[in-house]
């Protein structure tokens, strides 16, 4: 008895921990989208980048880059690491249609990320 006891609180506690994490990842992906898409706006209204809303941009990222590492496929997460980096370069060399697609490309690419986590039996099987 005290074997199935042992096994159902594992269980327990290796779905509640992949929930957790799985609402971790969903909370700070939510976070990078908006200052993502508010900067997509401005850029968008005014044509022009700002150094640092692309700086806000960056930090915020490396506050996360090491939990989405973690946990999150590297190919997805190192394409929007690569396009953050990329946004300080469009900014200084004045590219705003680069910085604009960069952009979009981050946000698309976190968009996925974030739905391919959702616990959907669509996404488990």
């Known amino acids: 008895m005290k074997r199935i006891v042992a096994a159902?609180?594992?269980i327990a506690l290796s779905v509640g921990g992949s929930v957790l994490v799985v609402c971790c990842i969903q909370e700070k992906s939510d976070k990078i989208l908006k200052l993502m898409e508010q900067d997509r706006e401005l850029v968008?209204?005014?044509?022009?980048?700002?150094?640092n809303r692309?700086?806000?941009i960056?930090?915020?990222?490396?506050s996360v880059e090491s939990f989405m590492s973690?946990?999150?496929?590297?190919?997805?997460i190192d394409s929007v690491e690569i396009g953050i980096r990329c946004l300080e370069n469009y900014d200084e060399q004045g590219l705003c249609d680069e910085?604009?697609?960069t952009l979009?490309?981050?946000i698309n690419t976190l968009n996925h990320v974030k739905e391919s986590e959702k616990i959907l039996l669509k996404n488990i099987f």
């Not at 968008?44 to 150094?51: A, E």
């Not at 973690?70 to 997805?76: I, K, M, V, Y």
């Open 58 to 62: 960056k930090e915020e990222w490396e």
């Open 44 to 51: 968008i209204t005014s044509q022009t980048t700002d150094k």
């Open 70 to 76: 973690a946990f999150l496929p590297h190919s997805e």
């Open 99 to 101: 910085y604009l697609e």
């Open 8 to 10: 159902i609180l594992l």
């Open 104 to 106: 979009n490309d981050c």
């Open 54 to 56: 692309a700086n806000e």
